[in-house]
């Protein structure tokens, strides 16, 4: 189940056929035990509360996605910046040391282009080589860095290092996600919403509109939180734009 949270278009689907159901199952109910009219005002008092709740809950969770994808992107500018400020400082090293360091600066900068760009299968092989180049890069600056001992020195090795931190931020970023049991009380209360929207219908008239269009909406509102909320699926994504720029920048 949890697997099917990462794609829009199945929580869409799953989403509206599941509270269609809950819509028809009221109705069905309604038809077997209807409301007087004494009961009505109240069910509709209840009828509303859940819908405001529903509203407030999807809302939540939409600016939780939402805010998420705005640090996924800043991440990935605080990436770009970090690895240029490094390739401009490593002109503080000696010519041979200079070399090999943005040699493995441009080498890394094209992995973190792939990873962004990259589907669920290939971030493994990625972030494997990414640690070992990682590896290589601090080496590159500890070694001139234990030769020298003096500011400069310092102020390599603490580029190289906000190079490396800033991978993993991102990476955090990326794993963090919308909680899977504020994602399990909104279906909840969505199937539970539509059920009492089922049971309150008034004749054909009514159920071929509602227990029809709000399913629809709801729907469309799980399928764009799991769009923004999940980083490779669906139709937006963080582009890693500063990351194309910095490399063209460097070639």
Partial sequence: MAALLLQPLPVFAITLVGLLIAAWLGSWIRSRASLDEKQRDDFSLILASTLTLL???????FSMAASRYDQRKNLEEAEANAIGTEYLR????????????????????DLRIRFYEADSGSVAG???????????????????AKRQRDPVATLVVAGMNDVI???GYTQA????RVPFSAIVLMGGI???CNMLIGYGSHGREMQSRLLAILPLFVALAFMLITDIDTPRRGLIMVVPQNLVALQESLK
């Fill in 190 to 192: 969505a199937f539970m």
């Fill in 173 to 176: 970023a990326w794993w963090n």
């Fill in 165 to 167: 931190n800033a991978q």
């Fill in 55 to 61: 509203g407030l809950l999807i809302g939540f969770s």
């Fill in 90 to 109: 490593a002109d503080l090293l000696a010519e041979a040391d200079r070399d090999k360091v943005r040699d493995l600066l441009k080498r890394y900068l």
């Fill in 126 to 144: 990625i972030n494997g080589e990414t640690a070992r180049i990682q590896n290589e890069m601090w080496s590159a600056v500890a070694g001139p």
